[in-house]
């Protein structure tokens, strides 16, 4: 058993937000325990950590304790005829698709980048692009172990302890901190998705090619162009994928030339920070490219691509990410019902340009409704809008997202916690439901009546519904 702390300032993955806190390194479980016991001893409260991906300040612990548990990264078991893996929390999805795709099987829900931990997919219950055909990661997990504030072992399954394991499943590690998590995996055929784009004029015709497009699809996610205006508001492409039976090679999981990669990563670190004088009139121009580009009837023909290159952003890409927008990012995405979708994402696009809040990059997903306790999803559709961040600008566009996630709400619409930071206790509890905060928080006093596991996102969304 070791225990490592130190007094750190941890930064968001976004750099939209900042805390200083104390971080406990552990590595099994024995190490869990000391990390409580010591927590316990001092008075302090504490939050499980991963890989640090959250966009907001659910990881955060403001003069607490953040319980990093990047070190557990041991895979435990592999079933390869079945598809079934249990691994410590933190393994990340790089590992898991580099030991399960040899045997021919991929996540069934993947985000955007291969570096998150497993525990941490499992702590916000991520979503990809088929979250309207597969739903929310914590659907393919067959069983948690968990150790609770109480320094109680439990292992949770839908049909074993199912209210518990439908509550920690997405419960921002408030609830206990996950110590193995057993999940199924889909087969894949050959490790290639055949990928259609689709260009669209405006919004309307976005949503269109999405009813179009999903029932035979395994995959989907439109990209829209958050300069256009008028008659173009919304305009973008709809990418949707199937996974191919073809019986091309099977692809390398991911690259091994690392060497290859830090210099790409260089280079685009480099170019990202050259064009930042320009990055507005820049990604104007280039959204203005893609749209273009994309409405080639070439570009609109289907073709094979490799399931690592389609799914995950390079590592590169992130580097340029932090170079580009050294004062952070903000980042909006809102769930709307089906009904209202197409009307409520027009009001927040021209409200945003309206008041010189441009997005940057605008993503929209389809998304349906699941059965954990804290869902952020509904059947319907998602708007996600990221924009930079600056000294400047960062007041103004508060004020622009606080506004816009108040229309959201009014619609019945839904955040998710590890990208909207904004979020008020009033607009949570309204957004997320009476029934469904209440019961959460009866199962907070349960497990953990010391109030022991605590972060900055608790004390902004939680602790203020306990009053």
Not at 154 to 173: E, I, K, M, N, Y
Not at 433 to 462: A, C, I, V, W
Request: glycine content about 8%; overall charge positive.
């Amino acid at each position: 058993m070791t225990v490592q702390t130190e007094q750190v300032a941890l930064t968001n993955w976004s750099k939209s937000a900042s805390s200083t806190c104390f971080v406990y390194k552990v590595n099994d479980v024995a190490g869990i325990h000391a990390a409580l016991a010591a927590a316990r001893a001092q008075g302090l409260s504490v939050i499980p950590h991963g890989a640090g991906h959250s966009y907001t300040d659910a990881a955060l612990n403001t003069g607490g304790v953040v319980m990093d548990l990047t070190p557990m990264h041991r895979i435990l078991s592999w079933d390869a005829q079945h598809g079934v893996m249990c691994v410590e929390p933190g393994v990340t999805l790089q590992k898991m698709i580099q030991v399960a795709a040899q045997a021919g099987w991929w996540p069934v829900v993947s985000p955007s980048t291969p570096q998150v931990t497993v525990g941490g997919c499992v702590a916000m219950n991520v979503n990809g692009r088929n979250a309207w055909k597969c739903g929310p990661f914590g659907a393919a997990v067959l069983s948690l172990d968990v150790l609770l504030p109480s320094d109680e072992l439990r292992t949770l399954s839908p049909a074993q302890d199912s209210q518990l394991f439908h509550a920690f499943v997405g419960s921002l590690g408030l609830l206990g901190i996950t110590t193995s998590i057993t999940v199924q995996l889909q087969h894949m055929a050959s490790g290639h998705v055949s990928v259609r784009r689709r260009s669209a004029a405006a919004l309307d015709g976005i949503f269109a090619i999405f009813a179009e497009e999903e029932n035979n699809s395994d995959f989907m996610e439109a990209w829209l162009d958050g300069f256009a205006r008028g008659s173009q508001l919304g305009r973008g492409h709809v990418t949707s994928a199937a996974l191919s039976p073809s019986a091309e090679p099977r692809p390398s999981a991911f690259s091994t030339h690392n060497r290859i990669e830090r210099l790409e990563g260089s280079i685009v670190t480099l170019l990202a920070g050259l064009s930042r004088p320009a990055l507005f009139p820049g990604v104007h121009m280039a959204n203005r490219l893609n749209y273009w580009w994309g409405r080639r009837p070439r570009a609109q023909q289907s073709h094979l691509r490799g399931l690592v290159p389609y799914t995950f952003w390079p590592s590169a890409a992130f580097s340029g990410y932090h170079a580009m927008f050294p004062q952070g990012v903000e980042t909006f995405q809102a769930f709307v019902p089906l009904p209202a979708a197409p009307f409520i994402f027009k009001e927040v696009l021209r409200y945003s340009q309206k008041h010189d809040s441009i997005p940057l990059w605008c993503i929209i997903k389809r998304h349906r409704r699941d059965q954990f306790l804290l869902s952020y999803q509904l059947d319907g559709f998602s708007l996600e809008l990221n924009y930079a961040r600056t000294p400047q600008t960062a007041q103004h566009l508060q004020q622009v997202l606080q506004h816009m996630i108040a229309t959201v709400i009014e619609a019945g619409g839904k955040f998710y916690l590890a990208k909207d930071h904004y979020l008020t206790a009033p607009q949570y509890r309204q957004s997320i439901g009476e029934q469904s905060l209440e019961t959460f928080l009866q199962l907070k006093r349960q497990f953990d009546p010391e109030n022991r596991l605590q972060s900055d996102l608790y004390r902004r969304l939680f602790q203020p519904a306990l009053l």
